[in-house]
């Protein structure tokens, strides 16, 4: 491997997939750290858009145990706070390219806005997959994408959700994703 982190073939260089659309500018990270109870939660909330693909690895940490949610057709009623904690983050610090995620602030229709919503209230939705952490297992990073990537469906609302099943712990939930338009 090379400097550049790709293969050389001839006078070309090679990227993974993943790589590529960092450079592209079309990779983009969101994280949530918090103190929790028990049964206390983080949450990354928003829509995908209409048209094209998103591609997500979720990652998330605790102290002590817990486990993620992976929910779609997500409704919710509302938020705790302005719903504008977990930035938005372009992997590539050289691009402008904003995400094509958006988020219902007002629940007059969703908007791009830089941020995934948090703390929601009254959500509802399925469960399509669960992860554990369990006690003495800190983290769940999801560095295999062919384990843990989801291609997430069109104009989807979908919350990925980690809840504490210790009293005093500490949790971080991080979403990377990138996207084909």
């Known amino acids: 491997m090379s400097r550049t982190q790709g293969a050389h073939l001839g006078n070309k260089v090679l990227y993974n997939k993943e790589h590529w659309e960092i450079h592209q500018g079309k990779s ?8 929790l109870g028990a049964a206390a939660v983080l949450e990354l909330a928003f829509k995908t858009p209409e048209n094209g693909e998103i591609h997500v690895v979720p990652s998330f940490q605790v102290k002590i ?28 610090h050289k691009k402008n390219t904003d995400s094509l ?13 830089g941020y ?13 997959d669960t992860e554990y952490i369990f006690e003495g297992k800190f983290d769940h990073t999801s ?22 099943n210790s009293a005093s712990n500490s949790g971080q939930l991080r979403l990377d994703w990138y996207e084909e338009s």
């Open 101 to 113: 995620l958006t988020v219902n602030l007002s629940q007059a229709g969703f908007v791009a806005t």
């Open 65 to 92: 145990d817990g486990h993620l949610d992976v929910m779609r057709g997500c409704t919710w009623s509302g938020n705790l706070h302005s719903g504008l904690e977990a930035p938005i983050h372009n992997r590539n």
């Open 28 to 35: 983009f990270t969101s994280v949530v750290n918090e103190t």
């Open 143 to 164: 560095e295999n994408r062919g384990k843990h990537e989801y291609v997430l469906q069109t104009g989807e609302q979908y919350c990925f959700r980690l809840t504490s």
């Open 116 to 128: 995934l919503m948090t703390d929601l209230t009254g959500l509802n939705g399925t469960i399509v």
